[in-house]
Structure formats: C-alpha cells, structure tokens
T-cell receptor
Framework: DAKTTQPPSMDCAEGRAANLPCNHS???????VYWYRQIHSQGPQYIIH???NNETNEMASLIITEDRKSSTLILPHATLRDTAVYYC????????????FGTGTRLKVLA | ETGVTQTPRHLVMGMTNKKSLKCEQH?????MYWYKQSAKKPLELMFV???????ENNSVPSRFSPECPNSSHLFLHLHTLQPEDSALYLC?????????????FGPGTRLLVL
C-alpha cells in the first residue's frame, strides 16, 4: 500500500498562498494522489486529484514532482475559512479500491 | 452540501440499546462506504458496498451491522456497543468502487456510547 507523510501542522497568513507538502515515495504508477480537507466535525471535502500532471481547479492547484514521490497542494489566497485538516491520500488497490487516510496537516490561517 | 445526507447528526446511546444510522446519496452513485473517525485518529474504512453488494468488511466487530437495500441508501445498525465505539461515523459514495473514483462524504453522525 502506498502511504503518505505530511507535516502535522502549518500556519499561513490570510491572503497568502498556503503550500501543503506530501510525501508518497512508494506510490505505484497507476495510483492517483487525492487531497481532501476536513473542517472541524464535518465530513471530508474533496479538493483535487492528479496522476502525473499538475492540476488546477477553482479551489486549489496540485503540483506533482516528476518522479511522483511527492506533491504539494497550493491554496493561492488562503482565507480564515480554509482553516482545516488537509489529507493527502494515495488510493490503493487491494481487491477493492479504497482510500487510506493518514493524520493529515492541520492548517491554521491567521488573520 | 455534497449530495450525501446522514441522520441523525448526533446520537447518544447506552450499551444495551439498538440504534441505526442512515445515509442517503442523491448523486446517482453505485458505491457507498462507512468510515469511523475516533478522536485523534485517522479515518478508518469499515465497509464498502458496490451495487448493493458488500465488497469489503475491514474486520469490523459484529456489533456493527451494515445494510444496503439499494444504491441510494446505506444503514449501519448498532447493538451492544462499547464506550470505545464513540466516534464520528461518516458515510461516503462514489460512482463505482473501482477505478479512480472520487468519494463524496456526508456530514457524519457523532455517536456517544455511555
């Protein structure tokens, strides 16, 4: 199973870009990287996912290194409402496809 | 609003009670999931249903009994729970439990077992 490693916590000033790193050195060639976030006591919210190429949507950008062993989620202009736990997930295949959640990065956006 | 609803949002039950958690998805998906999130622990996958058939049971104790009558509804029946079962129970759905499918989560049911 591919596992991910994230820093336990980060702070970011409001209005600045938040760059959240993730290591997934054992990722397989056909496994995507997903990012979710969980605001306190709510269900996880899908943000973005990618395989090899960088991806961008209305919420964030995802930068994946060429060797695919790490990635960075970028929130271009963080707001107070972006304060949450961010999970980097590599979906594994072992009969049934499933997510393996780690402990994530607790991002605190400061006013 | 993700299109996945869960009821009740909060539940307190005694160890001898029987209760059920309900999940409904309005997304036309065919796969549904139950996850457990205990305090200060990562989300743990409990069950996976694909086209109403259970395809994964992640070594969950038998006091948790899932039911999937159709692709839109998922239940988790609870009986003789223990205090350590207190947690946030999350339901999710995806188009299929295969391929690179994005899962969409409900708001969760926060369960307290006394």
């Amino acid at each position: 199973d591919a596992k991910t490693t994230q820093p336990p916590s980060m702070d970011c000033a409001e209005g600045r870009a938040a760059n959240l790193p993730c290591n997934h050195s054992t990722i397989s060639g056909n496994e995507y990287v997903y990012w979710y976030r969980q605001i306190h006591s709510q269900g996880p919210q899908y943000i973005i996912h990618g395989l090899k190429n960088n991806e961008t949507n209305e919420m964030a950008s995802l930068i994946i290194t060429e060797d695919r062993k790490s990635s960075t989620l970028i929130l271009p202009h963080a707001t107070l409402r972006d304060t949450a736990v961010y999970y980097c997930i590599v979906r594994v295949s072992s009969g049934t496809y499933k997510y393996i959640f780690g402990t994530g990065t607790r991002l605190k956006v400061l006013a | 609003e993700t299109g996945v609803t869960q009821t009740p949002r909060h539940l307190v039950m005694g160890m001898t009670n029987k209760k059920s958690l309900k999940c409904e998805q309005h997304l036309g998906h065919n796969a549904m999931y139950w996850y457990k999130q205990s305090a200060k622990k990562p989300l743990e996958l409990m069950f996976v249903y694909n086209f109403k058939e259970q395809t994964e049971n992640n070594s969950v104790p038998s006091r948790f009994s899932p039911e999937c009558p159709n692709s839109s509804h998922l239940f988790l029946h609870l009986h003789t729970l223990q205090p350590e079962d207190s947690a946030l129970y999350l339901c999710a759905s995806s188009p299929l439990a295969g391929g690179q499918e994005t899962q969409y989560f409900g708001p969760g049911t926060r369960l307290l077992v006394l």
